[in-house]
DNA sequence: AAAAATAACGCAACAATGTTGCGATTAAAA
DNA sequence: TTTTAATCGCAACATTGTTGCGTTATTTTT
């Protein structure tokens, strides 16, 4: 197996995650990160990060792609079958940490991985009453 | 507000779906019509079906967009708060009609859609054993 | 049935997002 | 310190989705 490195351009992508509340895409890490790196660099690192289980993939019903670092305190894995919430107004998206749906599948399916995505609007932009 | 037309197009794309079991990508639906109409048209209808909850959107763990008509043989309203299965070896994905997530939210969330897509091996390709 | 209104279309151009190849760089192992 | 291979930067490309605008065609009105 491969070995993984620690690179600078790494770190400053997971810095970027742990200063981060809610889910992020390419483009918002890129901005923060105002040329540390490559942007093909940031793709590179997102797949590797998703790869080692330290962050995971989102994908929004309105069809863009977004990553988080989701805050699991007393885990040692990175557990992802938690749901996502997705504000209509502000487009933010937040870990729903607690909320796991359940379900009952029908036979003959093998279920690897799930995504649960709701949407609508988040307690802040609820509370200025849009 | 706008009325709708029934274009040649329109009929066409549905029609692509009416043959189809599974939810289609914006460029399998346009192998599927050869030139019947431009890639742009095909989006903008796309988008009205959307609209007229005709059709719905369907968003993938590895970012790909497909929409769905689904079979919902006794209901008036096209619902789409179903299960999607996007199986990891066909890439094709289902609609699991009957299996509904329960979940507890927490409050100040104001839920209007939700998304939930399982992925893993669906039945054909784990009988197959992959 | 013909004319008027406008939804939908085609085309071209553009924007955003993601991918690949390859030579140069650099972290980690020897 | 030297070696080795993972990672990077750059350029080029691929895919997906969007927008403007003049033209076409469906639907409504006369």
């Known amino acids: 197996m491969k070995t993984t490195r620690n690179t600078t351009a790494k770190t400053a992508v997971l810095e970027v995650f742990e200063n ?15 040329d540390v790196c490559d942007r093909v660099t940031i793709y590179r690192i997102l ?13 929004n019903l309105d069809g863009t792609v977004k990553y988080a670092k989701c805050n699991h305190s007393h885990q040692r894995v990175h557990i992802h079958n938690h ?6 107004n502000c487009h933010e998206i937040t ?14 399916y093998k279920v690897n991985e799930i995504n649960f995505t709701l949407s609508g609007l988040c307690p802040k932009c609820l509370n200025s009453n849009i």
Chains 1, 2 share one sequence.
Do not use: G
Request: net charge negative; hydrophobic share 30%.
């Open 20 to 34: 981060s509340k809610t889910a992020l895409s390419h483009t918002e890490i890129q901005k923060q990160l105002n």
């Open 83 to 88: 749901a996502h919430f997705s504000c209509e």
């Open 95 to 108: 870990c729903l940490e607690n909320v796991k749906p359940s379900y009952i599948m029908p036979h003959n």
């Open 47 to 59: 797949d590797r990060l998703v790869n080692e289980d330290i962050i995971h993939k989102i994908s």
